[in-house]
């Protein structure tokens, strides 16, 4: 799978408008997409209010879960990466006062420091 990053919500570009098409109907008043990331079959959305990762589930894949994270309840994050021969990497993220985190493995095909780039540029505002 792919990457989309670095858009904000005004270049308005063929991905971000493919967002919007696809996961909308999950958007309130005067949200909107500013950038994702697709990550095996997951996929993260960075809104202007939150982020949204969006589960496959099942072999299938018909059943999906949509976790909504503010980004205020996000109390931590951290990445941890492989040594050059394994290029698979981690983010963790600490939600509210739950003090085990959110675990997304990544591969080579994403760059784990992109998705901490975005986040960071949310939270730490």
Do not use: C
Request: glycine residues 8%; neutral net charge.
């Amino acid at each position: 799978m792919g990457i989309f990053t670095g858009t904000t919500k005004s270049t308005g570009t063929n991905e971000t408008k493919k967002f919007h098409t696809e996961f909308g109907q999950l958007l309130v008043d005067g949200e909107i997409i500013e950038t994702g990331f697709i990550v095996f079959r997951d996929t993260f959305l960075f809104t202007n209010k939150r982020l949204i990762l969006v589960e496959i589930q099942g072999i299938s894949g018909r059943q999906l879960e949509y976790l909504s994270i503010p980004y205020a309840n996000i109390t931590k994050f951290s990445i941890q990466t492989g040594e050059s021969f394994d290029l698979n990497a981690e983010l963790k993220l600490w939600i509210g006062s739950d003090t085990i985190p959110l675990e997304k493995k990544f591969n080579k095909d994403l760059s784990v420091y992109e998705v901490h780039k975005v986040l960071a540029s949310h939270i730490l505002k």
